[in-house]
């Protein structure tokens, strides 16, 4: 499957929460879908997009795997590897994401895609927390017509008012033309929380991601905003309280 550089989503975020009592929030976001081995040709492909520099958008690897500005490749492929999925090495890897915008960005959660197929090989989940930590969930992919659905054991603590010992349960489609990921979080009696990301494609140019830009100027503040004004919600309408755990399951990848 080979494919561009770059490209650019369009959409809303939504979180539905079930249980033990129902809260719910959307707001418009914008993602980017980049080829981890081609960065410097999607800097190429506008002015306004730059790599691991200033811009007004940009990509810095040092936001994603190791953390320290190094190639992502060895550290994606370490995470399939110790995950014990046998997958060859030098498929293609993409990572869904939000840009930094004006230099800042957040991404509560980051999706590398990885083999040639509309059907990837292996997934790596890729999860930050407000505390400065992130854990990554590798798994391998079995899909029919497109759709990848997989589940996981929820290991990494993200908000005070979400346990653990829940589930994930994971449903998407590899992005084309359009962008959609479902996630339920939930135990034995179902979900507990609902989140979606949806969007369409916009061609990866000037004038679209010009448009992105005026159309969502401080995503990443009402990303981080919407965040806590959420958690601010629940803990008012009196939602149980889970503390962080004195040793966080993954401080760093």
């Not at 994930?168 to 084309?176: E, G």
């Not at 990301?197 to 448009?211: I, K, S």
Request: hydrophobic share 45%; net charge positive.
């Amino acid at each position: 499957m080979s494919g561009p550089a770059a490209r650019l989503f369009v959409g809303r975020v939504f979180h539905g929460r079930h249980r033990p009592l129902r809260h719910a929030f959307g707001y418009r976001v914008f993602s980017v879908l980049l080829d981890i081995d081609r960065l410097d040709e999607a800097a190429r492909r506008s002015c306004l997009f730059a790599i691991n520099r200033f811009g007004v958008l940009s990509f810095h690897e040092r936001d994603h795997g190791a953390r320290d500005g190094s190639p992502l490749r060895p550290w994606v492929e370490a995470q399939v590897a110790n995950a014990g999925i046998g997958i060859p090495r030098g498929q293609r890897i993409e990572i869904l994401c939000f840009p930094r915008l004006w230099s800042f960005v957040f991404n509560p959660l980051s999706i590398y895609f990885i083999g040639d197929g509309e059907i990837p090989a292996a997934i790596v989940y890729e999860v930050k927390n407000t505390f400065g930590e992130q854990h990554a969930y590798a798994l391998s992919v079995d899909g029919e017509n497109g759709l990848i659905e997989q589940e996981t054991a929820k290991t990494f603590h993200v908000s005070p008012f979400m346990q653990m010992g829940l589930r994930y349960r994971f449903r998407l489609r590899r992005p084309d033309d359009a962008l959609a990921v479902a996630i339920d979080a939930g135990d034995g009696d179902g979900p507990v929380l609902t989140a979606r990301l949806t969007g369409r494609e916009r061609a990866f140019d000037d004038r679209n991601l010009a448009a992105a830009v005026l159309g969502h100027p401080l995503m990443t503040l009402k990303v981080v905003a919407a965040i806590h004004w959420q958690a601010l919600r629940l803990w008012l309408k009196g939602a149980p309280f889970f503390r962080k755990p004195a040793v966080a399951e993954d401080l760093r990848p």
